[in-house]
Antibody, heavy 121, light 106 residues
Framework: QVQLQESGPGLVKPSETLSLTCTVS????????WSWIRQPPGKGLEWIGF???????NYNPSLKRRVTISLDTSKNQFSLKLTSVTAADTAVYYC???????????????WGQGTTVTVSS | EIVMTQSPATLSVSPGERATLSCRAS??????LDWYQQKPGQAPRLLIY???TRATGIPARFSGSGSGTEFTLTISSLQSEDFAVYYC?????????FGLGTRVEI
């Protein structure tokens, strides 16, 4: 079945850019939405945004000025960049497949295991 | 943004008992609501989508109901593997938002 795996640095310095990649295996990246969600230590879940295979994106307004999600269909990967990070961006970052089912159902049915990113000097 | 409020924050139950978890939206989200289960150190797992449809492979003891602003996740007979944190999430309005979760413990 489809599997997702996050990768990227586990430690980022304040004011720098957090960059993560999610690799999709055993399935195609086409015809789906792909999302990023994060979870600060001991806290709940927060949507970061998602991207469709056309490249169309939707970002959480609270992060919109700092976030970019992109797609590399040739590598079956999608990526997250978050600029100007602070300690508040310390979290477990998850990538997930966002399924759309007509007429208007959306749900995340496949998740990566998550990767911990700490913002600290 | 829509605020999702889950109650109780912690639910203490015994195996075999029924658990009822509530989720309230600050404004109507129609039936555009999902439920996820998260165990320590693991990614969330989809349980219910569209407020009441069980995801593939989810046991029948899990059921979801509600629409508008009031939703319920019911676990009819708790098994040991059901002790976890449960999150509701609306996708009616962007940004989509999660509740803070209900921890189901022994």
């Amino acid at each position: 079945q489809v599997q997702l795996q996050e990768s990227g640095p586990g430690l980022v310095k304040p004011s720098e850019t957090l960059s993560l990649t999610c690799t999709v295996s055993n399935g195609s990246i086409s015809s789906y939405y792909w999302s990023w969600i994060r979870q600060p230590p001991g806290k709940g879940l927060e949507w970061i945004g998602f991207i469709y295979d056309t490249g169309n994106t939707n970002y959480n307004p609270s992060l919109k000025r700092r976030v970019t999600i992109s797609l590399d269909t040739s590598k079956n990967q999608f990526s997250l960049k978050l600029t100007s990070v602070t300690a508040a961006d310390t979290a477990v970052y998850y990538c997930a497949r966002l399924q759309w089912l007509a007429p208007y159902y959306y749900y995340m049915d496949v998740w990566g295991q998550g990767t911990t990113v700490t913002v600290s000097s | 943004e829509i605020v999702m409020t889950q109650s109780p924050a912690t639910l203490s139950v015994s195996p075999g008992e029924r658990a009822t978890l509530s989720c309230r939206a600050s404004q109507s989200v129609s039936s555009n609501l999902d439920w996820y289960q998260q165990k320590p150190g693991q990614a969330p797992r989809l349980l219910i989508y569209g407020a009441s449809t069980r995801a593939t492979g989810i046991p029948a003891r899990f059921s979801g109901s509600g629409s508008g602003t009031e939703f319920t996740l019911t676990i009819s007979s708790l098994q040991s593997e059901d002790f976890a944190v449960y999150y509701c999430q609306q996708y009616n309005n962007w940004p989509w938002t999660f509740g803070l979760g209900t921890r189901v413990e022994i």
